[in-house]
Structures are given as structure tokens and as C-alpha cells.
């Protein structure tokens, strides 16, 4: 196989060179030997009539094995060898490339000079690798700050504790009349305060999470009715204080469901920030209407007042900037507006302020409609339903005001381990004021010999102690008593409140979790169902009744009322899922795409049935990765994957055991949790 | 003399290029220079009282847009696992990467490298996953480019272990 000029001029230009295979690792040129490819291996190689090819690279020497294969059989096509670098004589390094191919029945080599295209290539690799640095990078930063922000957290809510111990201690006895209205304000203000604390370290995890996920996705819901119903419930007597009039909007239709993306303790706190405003510059003998409207494409939530309006030299934008304050009363720091702002954007709504025609101004926020409100008939009559979970939360949550303790049924012996001593003294006063007897210990080697000396009927465990903490004392509890047919019933403590140190609470080992600074009435409530029906039944007191109910809306929904059916599913969704989730970790862990795809699927059929949007939005992120044959990432999927489908375990073993005690869903759950 | 070809596997970004320039050359350069393709070195050590060439096989990187061509492992005597002690991602990486390589070519001995150990405060791996990662292979051991800490260690380790017995 000859080569004429003008061929070989044009293997020249394009940085080809092209070898005949011999055999036996022997190559013959194909027309003159390239100059380019003497610069590299020397420019006594041309002079040869034959080169072995595979001793000038250990590259090529390694490619011939699949060249040679590739000739000796009957395939088509090109075989090729990918990149490599190969430094020629003086240094210099050139990328490479081969492929073997048949060309008039003779077996053929060509060898390519790949600058041009591997620079471009390079290029691209290094931007996108240097922005999955710059992301991981981040991703550490805001790890980092919430460390940070976990730790003031922590350190905030230990004096918030023993705050609200002592208005507890106050109203177990008789309170003299003018002494009561004091300490309401002192409960009413330190839980207030403690949502704020909370409210911080939700909207920082929210953060988190829209920066881990990249999608602005928001999977809760609200109802919005509720919410402002819930606003002028809490501001009417503040209001009143002032002399001004704070009413729900008479216009409201109570028929309809107005359920909108968001979350009830940021919305109450959208509700609390605007009415603060409209009580900052209401006169008195005015009125204030909270009120919800139907904005087309949008469900929409306002406050009215009658008071100036805004400033004239002052726009909407303005009044949400950070830091932004009235012009004569100034109010807090000028966060309130912002955070509303940056929570009702981030659930794809919008905000504003204007002034009103008639007067005064209004604040409103726009939100979408929750995404399965069409589907329950948004606009349709609310459906005659039992007490909704979230009005029975909310009353647990509420300041407890100067409801007497009263004395518990049964006498129960409580271990209060807690390494602040003014924490731990005011907990064991206010179970001894409720009948209870309590021991108290600072850390969890004495929670341990406590136990080893005597038995308890509850144990609440704070998290963060010196020396052993909370979760190891927790876990050396499980583990002594692992196959005693014995289980201690443990609530966790903790000053943090993220979802995160629930689960971890929970993973240790504990049976239910309450976050820290806690209101005495949940606590003996808490105590007191545990020592009474053991820890399973807990869950559902502890776990937030809004993901619960969302969970017994869909099932309700997918099965059409049929309650066996139902438990038919919960069962053998908490049988499989741990199967599923195996299957799907085998698969990350062999790099498997095909397998993850069809795992990840299965799974999230099975999860859709009970709605959980976080679950299958991570099992179709997972399948997705499967499908597209990258893993990257697969790793963090799986572990939110897994944490979401604990949170739906917990849920779904609250419904198994909450609604019908005789149920033998009770069972197969407890005997799912024990197994944990 | 013996000749042992050794590879430097790993996800993208943990040092497996600075590793083979500073065993080679003695060289480190703070700049992230992504790798595409296969460069191949070579250097002679002294192992045990004899001279033994080792070719170094630095492959790039794995990750979403590079994948490991299993073929570039033939003939391979060991290789180093490596990862970023920085990035504890990128031992979940290593760690499937070393399952694979183990389901395609057999055990071969290799030596587990995290990385950047100079980089003390960023550290991000937990003693329970060194401890993990140790018990594979010949062990694990913490290096860096950048300093040089371990990288002779490393390459003495591993090729000592392909000596034959």
C-alpha cells in the first residue's frame, strides 16, 4: 500500500500518521515516516523500514493488544485507543490518539495528533470540574455555618430553658392576680422568642437544602385560612391593649380550601411580621383585617390597615430590603420584612405593600396553590374531616399560659440527665410539682450508672452533655439492652431544633424527641403516654402532624377510603422499602447505572402512593442518574433518600398506631420499631 | 531489570498527577490542571537491594464525565487508590472504584492514599473511614504532593509488595 504526495501532504496537515500491521508487533509506514512523529520518538524511527510501534510507548504497546484482537476478528468499524499523552524527546508533550481499522484488507494503525481538539476538550473538562469544586467548596462553607449557627443556637436556647422553667414553676402555684398577667407575658415572650431562634435555623437549613437539591422545590403545604385565622387568634389581644380592632376578613369564603405551598411556622410568622407593622402605625379605634383571596393562578394573603399608608418616598422594594426600618417609629432590626421577603420567594410567590384607595395599606404575599389542591378540588367545600392535626399541634405549641399543672395519674420515676444545672433542677421541680419523683444527672456516664442502680419509667436524655453525650449514653442503652426483651423509654432533649437533629436524636436510639426549650405541659404529656403505652405510640405525639396528615390524605386518597387496603400497603411498604434501599446501595457501591434505574423506579412507585415528595423526588433523582449513567452524586441521593423514608417509616407508623389502637397494624409497627 | 507497571486511580481532583510528579520530578504546583487521557511515567527505584523500573500509568480522573477504561489496566502489577482528604466523597469514589477494579482484574495488591494531608484543618475524613479505608489492600496511608509527607512510603509500599515472594 503505496502513498502519493498530495495523500501524504494531507496526513501531514491533519496530524495523521498511518501504519501497516506486519505482524509479530511489526509496522510499516504508510508513505514517509510523519516529521511531527519523529520529534517524538526520535528521528532514527524513520529511518527503519519496519518500527515495532509498541516499544517506542507502553501506551501503544498496551493498545496493540486491542488493536490486534480488533484485526483478527471479523468486526467492523475502528477500534479506538482514547488519549494519551506522550513526551517526546525534548520534553515536550503531545496528546495522542489511535485506532485500529481495516482499510483494502490490510490491517492498519493510525496514529493521531490530537492537539487541537484535547486543548478544547481540556478546556471544557477544567471549567466544568472547577465549578463541581466551586459547588463543593460551597456546599463545605454553608456546612461549616451551620455548625456555627447549631452551636449559638444551642448556647441561646439553655437560658431560654431555665427562662421558661421559672414562669412553669410560677404558675404551679397559686399566683397572686397581679402577678399573672406578668408572667403570661414572660411565657407568651419567651416562646415567642423561641420561635424566632427556630425560624432561623429553618430558614438557614432552607438554604441549605435549596443549595444541596439546586432546585427552588418546595414540597410542604398550608393552609393559608388557617394561618390567618391562627394570626388574629394570637395578635387579637395586643391589639385590643392598643385599642385597635383586629378582625378576620368577614368576606373570607370558609367553603373553599385554600392550601398553598409553604410551611405553617414560617407562614405564622409572614402573618405575625405583617401584623406587627400594621400595629406599629395603626391609630387607635381603627380596624385590621387579615383575610386570604383568591388571586387567579395565585392564592393571595393580606393585612389591612387604616393607618397613613406607605411613605410616599418610599417603595414596596424598599420597605423588603435588609435592614430596612419605618421612617418615624422604627421598628426591630428590619429583618422581619426581609425574611418574609426571602421565604415567600423562595416558596414562588410574591410580595409587596401598597397603599390602599380608601386609606391606610395593604401587605400582601401571593403564593401557588399547594400541588395537590387541584387534584382535592382547591376551590371545592372543605370535606367535613376530624380535628386537623395542625390545630392540635398548634395547641401543644402555644404558651401554656397559667393552665394549672394538675397532678398525673400515676406516680412515674423520671431520670433527668442534663449538664445545665439550672435546666435539670427546674425539669425535676416541675415533674415533682406533677406528681412525678426525679432523679438528675450531668452527663450520660451517670445517666448510665443511674440506670444500673435503679429502674426508671422514662429517661429524658439531652443531646449535648460533656464527656458522654446524649446519643453515645443512648446507644450504650440499646445496646445493653439488645436481645433482654427490655426497652427504656428515652426522650431526647435538645437545644437544636433542624429536622437533622431529630433523625440523629432518633437514629441513636431515642423513642421520641422534643426540642429544647420545651412547654411543661408536652412534656408530661410526652412522659406520660410513653409510661403509659410504651414508646411506639410516641412517635405520633412527637412527629410534626402536618407531614402525618399529608401522608393519611394521599393513602386515603390512592385506596379510596379502604382502610384494609390501606394497611395493606403500609405493610408491605415498610417490609420492602429496606430491601429497596439495599438494592439501591448495592447498586451505587458497583457503580451500576442500569440497576440503580430500576431499583430507584420501583421504589419510587411505591413511595408516590403515599405522596412524601421529598421521598420520591429523591428516588427520581436516583433513577435519573441511573438512566443517564452518572453516579455522580449518588452517594449524598441515597443518604437523603434514606433520611426522607425514615420521616415517612415514622409517619406511617404513626398512622398505623394513632387512629385505631386495636388495629394489628399496631403490632407489625411496633414490632417494626423494636426491630430497629 | 524488573518492570512493574503500576497504576494512580481515583475520582478527579485528588492529587493522582501531583503524586506521580513529586515521586518523579520532586515538583508540586498549586494549580489544578484537570487530566484527560493517560500520561505514563517511569522511574527506577531500589527495592530490597535490587533496581526495579516502575511505569507509571497516572489516569485521569473519574467522575460524571470520564469513566474508567478498564482496558488501561492490563498487565498492571499494583496501584494506588487515591483520594482527597478534603473531599470525603471522594473516598466513597475510591471505595466503588476499588470494587470494580477488584470484580474486573482480581485482587491486586494496592495501597490506599488520602491525600492533601497537609491540608490539616480542611481534614474531612473521619478516623472510622481511614480506619475503613486502611483495611483494604496493603493499608492506607496519608499523603502529600504538596510536601512530599508519605509519597516515597507509598511508592516503596506498593512496589515492594510486587516483588515476587
Known amino acids: ?676 | 531489570m524488573l518492570t512493574f507497571k503500576m497504576c494512580m486511580l481515583g475520582s478527579f481532583s485528588v492529587g493522582k498527577t501531583s503524586l506521580v510528579r513529586r515521586f518523579v520530578t520532586s515538583i508540586f504546583s498549586e494549580k489544578y490542571q484537570t487530566s484527560i487521557g493517560v500520561k505514563v511515567d517511569k522511574k527506577i527505584v531500589r527495592v530490597q537491594d535490587q533496581d526495579v523500573t516502575l511505569v507509571l500509568w497516572d489516569i485521569y480522573g473519574e467522575d460524571a464525565f470520564q469513566k474508567l477504561q478498564m482496558s488501561y489496566l492490563r498487565g498492571m502489577s499494583g496501584y494506588f487508590m487515591v483520594a482527597d482528604g478534603t473531599r470525603h466523597q471522594t473516598v466513597d469514589v475510591a471505595l466503588a472504584l476499588e470494587q470494580k477494579v477488584t470484580e474486573a482484574m482480581g485482587r491486586i495488591p494496592f495501597v490506599f492514599l488520602l491525600n492533601k494531608c497537609d491540608l490539616v484543618d480542611q481534614w474531612e475524613i473521619e478516623p472510622e473511614t481511614e480506619k475503613n479505608a486502611a483495611a483494604h489492600g496493603l493499608g492506607a496511608l496519608r499523603t502529600s504532593a504538596k510536601t512530599g509527607e508519605g509519597v516515597d512510603e507509598a511508592f516503596l509500599r506498593l512496589a515492594l509488595a510486587m516483588l515476587p515472594k
Open chain 1, 1 to 676: 500500500m503505496g502513498a502519493t504526495p498530495i495523500f501524504e501532504t494531507f496526513l501531514a496537515e491533519q496530524g495523521l500518521a498511518l501504519f501497516e500491521y506486519l505482524g509479530k508487533g511489526s509496522f510499516r509506514s504508510i508513505g514517509a515516516f510523519p516529521k511531527w512523529l519523529k520529534e517524538i520518538w526520535g528521528a532514527e524511527i524513520g529511518r527503519a523500514k519496519t518500527v515495532r510501534l509498541g516499544e517506542q510507548s507502553p501506551f501503544l504497546e498496551n493498545f496493540l493488544f486491542d488493536a490486534e484482537r480488533f484485526w483478527s476478528s471479523r468486526a467492523s468499524g475502528t477500534v479506538n485507543s482514547g488519549n494519551w499523552i506522550e513526551r517526546g524527546r525534548g520534553g515536550v508533550e503531545t496528546p495522542l490518539e489511535a485506532s485500529a481499522l481495516r482499510l483494502d484488507g490490510k490491517k492498519v494503525l493510525v496514529v493521531r495528533n490530537s492537539s487541537a481538539a484535547f486543548a478544547e476538550q481540556t478546556q471544557w473538562l477544567q471549567t466544568a470540574r472547577d465549578s463541581v469544586l466551586e459547588h463543593e467548596r460551597l456546599m463545605r462553607e454553608i456546612q461549616n455555618k451551620e455548625i456555627l449557627l447549631h452551636c449559638i443556637i444551642h448556647d441561646l436556647s439553655q437560658p431560654l430553658s431555665a427562662m421558661r422553667g421559672c414562669f412553669n414553676c410560677l404558675t404551679v402555684g397559686d399566683l397572686p392576680p397581679d402577678l399573672k398577667p406578668f408572667v403570661e407575658t414572660g411565657q407568651r415572650e419567651s416562646h415567642r422568642q423561641e420561635q424566632m431562634i427556630r425560624g432561623v435555623l429553618d430558614a438557614f437549613s432552607g438554604d441549605l437544602a435549596a443549595v444541596k437539591s439546586h432546585t427552588g422545590a418546595v414540597a410542604e403545604s398550608a393552609d393559608l385560612a388557617a394561618c390567618a385565622r391562627h394570626a388574629v387568634r394570637n395578635f387579637s389581644a395586643a391589639f385590643m391593649e392598643k385599642g385597635i380592632r383586629l378582625q378576620l376578613d368577614p368576606n373570607l369564603d370558609v367553603r373553599r380550601e385554600w392550601r398553598s405551598v409553604g410551611d405553617a411556622p414560617r407562614m405564622d410568622r409572614i402573618f405575625g411580621n405583617f401584623l406587627e407593622n400594621a400595629m406599629r402605625y395603626s391609630p387607635p379605634h381603627t380596624t385590621v383585617t387579615v383575610g386570604v383571596e383568591d388571586k387567579g393562578a395565585l392564592l393571595g394573603a393580606f393585612v389591612d390597615d387604616e393607618g397613613p399608608g406607605l411613605p410616599a418616598d418610599q417603595s414596596a422594594d424598599k420597605l423588603f430590603a435588609l435592614f430596612s426600618k419605618g421612617r418615624d417609629r422604627p421598628g426591630k432590626a428590619g429583618l422581619g420584612l426581609y425574611f418574609c421577603k426571602m421565604t415567600v420567594e423562595r416558596w414562588g410567590g410574591r410580595i409587596g405593600a401598597e397603599t390602599r384607595a380608601k386609606g391606610g395599606s395593604r401587605f400582601w404575599f401571593c403564593l401557588p396553590p399547594a400541588p395537590n389542591a387541584s387534584e382535592t378540588g382547591a376551590a371545592g367545600p372543605v370535606r367535613p374531616s376530624k380535628k386537623p392535626f395542625r390545630e392540635f399541634a398548634e395547641e401543644d405549641s402555644a404558651p401554656a399560659g397559667s393552665r394549672p399543672v394538675g397532678k398525673a395519674a400515676k406516680n412515674l420515676r423520671v431520670l433527668v440527665a442534663d449538664d445545665t444545672e439550672v435546666n435539670r433542677e427546674l425539669t425535676m421541680e416541675l415533674l415533682k410539682a406533677r406528681g412525678h419523683s426525679a432523679v438528675g444527672v450531668a452527663d450520660g456516664r451517670q445517666a448510665l450508672d443511674a440506670l444500673a442502680k435503679a429502674r426508671f419509667d422514662v429517661v429524658l436524655m439531652d443531646e449535648v452533655m460533656p464527656g458522654m453525650n446524649g446519643l453515645e449514653a443512648t446507644r450504650a442503652i440499646r445496646l445493653r439492652e439488645a436481645g433482654s426483651g427490655k426497652h427504656q423509654v428515652i426522650i431526647g432533649l435538645s437545644g437544636n431544633a433542624t429536622k437533622e437533629d431529630e433523625k440523629r436524636s432518633l437514629d441513636a436510639g431515642v423513642d421520641a424527641y422534643l426540642p429544647k426549650p420545651f412547654d411543661m405541659h408536652k412534656l408530661f404529656q410526652m412522659i406520660e403516654f410513653a409510661a403509659h403505652s410504651g414508646s411506639a405510640d410516641m412517635i405520633s405525639a412527637v412527629r410534626p402532624a402536618d407531614s402525618a396528615e399529608s401522608v393519611a390524605g394521599h393513602l386515603e386518597r390512592a385506596t379510596a377510603g379502604n382502610k384494609k387496603l390501606a394497611q395493606s400497603l403500609v405493610r408491605s411498604f415498610l417490609a420492602d422499602a429496606p430491601k429497596r434501599m439495599a438494592d439501591i446501595r448495592r447498586a451505587i457501591a458497583r457503580n451500576n447505572a442500569e440497576m440503580l434505574a430500576t431499583t430507584a423506579h420501583a421504589l419510587k412507585g411505591s413511595v408516590a402512593i403515599f405522596g412524601a415528595p421529598e421521598s420520591v423526588a429523591a428516588a427520581r433523582n436516583l433513577e435519573a442518574m441511573g438512566r443517564a449513567a452518572n453516579l455522580h452524586g449518588a452517594q449524598e441521593e441515597f443518604r437523603a433518600l434514606d433520611r426522607e423514608l425514615n420521616r415517612l417509616r415514622h409517619d406511617l407508623l404513626a398512622l398505623a398506631v394513632k387512629p385505631a389502637k386495636k388495629s394489628s397494624m399496631r403490632g407489625s409497627a411496633w414490632r417494626a420499631r423494636r426491630r430497629k
